[in-house]
């Protein structure tokens, strides 16, 4: 068992593909590319149920979706049915536990298994009310209000953006007080306030690069000054046409003009240069504790972002730029330099920290650790992956081996077929070519296969049924509330 500590670093919203280290033409991360030098990068990671709520509950508990009952998103749902947690198995294994920024659970103060948490959700419209004290769900919140410069009711919503919208600016204050620093400077400070007798386990969660689009002037700048570039369009995006919402900032689908496109993705990016500086302040401080090399340090996402692609913005959708999500380890027994294409699920994260810890996962979850894969030589996790989210008055249901994604609209009941390989941006349906026609139906057996017992009837006689209600939370969870 490590004698040191575990460190999870997780952000929110920040799509796989952004990393320069895997070649993306824009985004620079450098000091994430050495966190991956150190260590393993997967290149092929999901979010299956991709936003906030549902893709916490896989992390934080190593369930499938059907397992851990939430297949969209809804605020609100008691976390308190979840016994076992990737926090508490830490704990209970002789760990100090501390969480600094985003849990996103319901109450607010439920710490699944933390010794203690500092908290910084965003803007949660569920929680957010002028008659009620903010130190009740944003430690953030109420710390900015104390800060030498400002007032008592000084707000990160002061700029004016929303928590969901394309709208860009920079942030408005002085840098130091942003949420990513405030994120950073109290994860500093728990190094020094840890017990040093026990091991630790810090999950670091910053909000950003989920809107609101304000990084610091310079970062929204750098990126601001870069060439635009025409997000890529599908041959199937009409299928999309009856949510098309043209040049409205918050919606997840619609056109936007070049110049609104242009200034979302430098706040976007914008923050993931802020965030990548913020990551090394706080790996150069473990590193000036001794703390760096004995420790095992892990860098996910929640789930990605859409960013124009398809003409959609926000996430909740199968696609590679909401579902695929970045995930580095690096440490003690981690291979060094690697990249590991075996198809990976949040659920996944809490075995392999475990397992990277030298420690064995509660029995009953479903993620396995990716460690075996990263050091090759081993059976593969999984055959395929079940994705799924509750959007647009229905389920977008899909499948991937990482090679191939099948896609299921439980309203329409549209189909479609994509050559990952071949098509890394999802540019052709294949489901109405007749070369393709087994593979279709061999993906579409699959899913049946895993719908056939679920409660919205998705499958009758054999075959998938369109048009069935659905409700973001499974009746199992409900029961339990």
Known sequence: MTRTGVVLICV???????????????????????????????????????????ARAALHTGLSQTRHGRVGYEDGVDWTPYTTTLAGSFRDAGFQTKCVGKMHVYPERARLGFDDVE??????????RRDRDPRGYDDYLAWLGEQAGVSAAEDYADHGL???????????KAERLHPTNWATSRAIDFLYRRDPTVPFFHFLSYHRPHPPYDPPAWAFEQYLAAPPQEPPLGDWA??????????VHDTPVGRMTPDVRHRARAGYFGHMAHIDQQINRFLQTLHEFRLL?????????????????????????????????????????????????????????MPTLLDAAGLEAPEGIDGRSALPAARGGHAPLREWLHGEHVILGQSLQWLTDGHEKYV?????????????????????????????????????????????????????AGELTAGQPVDPVLPALRACL
Do not use: I
């Open 12 to 54: 929110d919203q920040w799509r796989g593909d952004c990393l320069s280290a895997e070649g993306h033409p824009v985004v620079r991360t450098p000091y994430l590319d050495e966190l991956a030098a150190r260590g393993t990068r997967f290149s092929r990671v999901y979010s299956a149920t991709p936003t906030c709520v549902p």
């Open 119 to 128: 908290l910084h959700d965003g803007y949660l419209h569920f929680s957010r």
């Open 162 to 172: 929303n928590c969901n919208s394309n709208v860009a600016r920079p942030w408005d």
């Open 238 to 247: 009409d299928v999309y046409d009856p949510w098309r919402r043209d040049g």
């Open 293 to 349: 090399e004995d420790s095992v340090v892990a860098f996910v996402s929640d789930h990605g972002e859409m960013l124009g692609d398809h003409g959609m913005w926000r996430k909740g959708f199968p696609y590679e730029g909401s579902a695929r999500v970045p995930f580095l380890l690096a440490g003690p027994g981690v291979p060094r330099g690697a990249v590991c294409d075996e198809v990976v699920e949040l659920r996944d994260v």
């Open 408 to 460: 299921w609209l439980s309203g329409s009941g549209t189909e479609q077929l994509f050559d990952l390989d071949a098509d890394p941006q999802e540019l052709h349906d294949l489901s109405g070519d007749p070369a393709a026609t087994d593979r279709l139906v061999r993906w579409r057996t699959r899913l049946v296969a895993e719908l056939a017992d679920r409660p919205e009837g998705f499958v009758s």
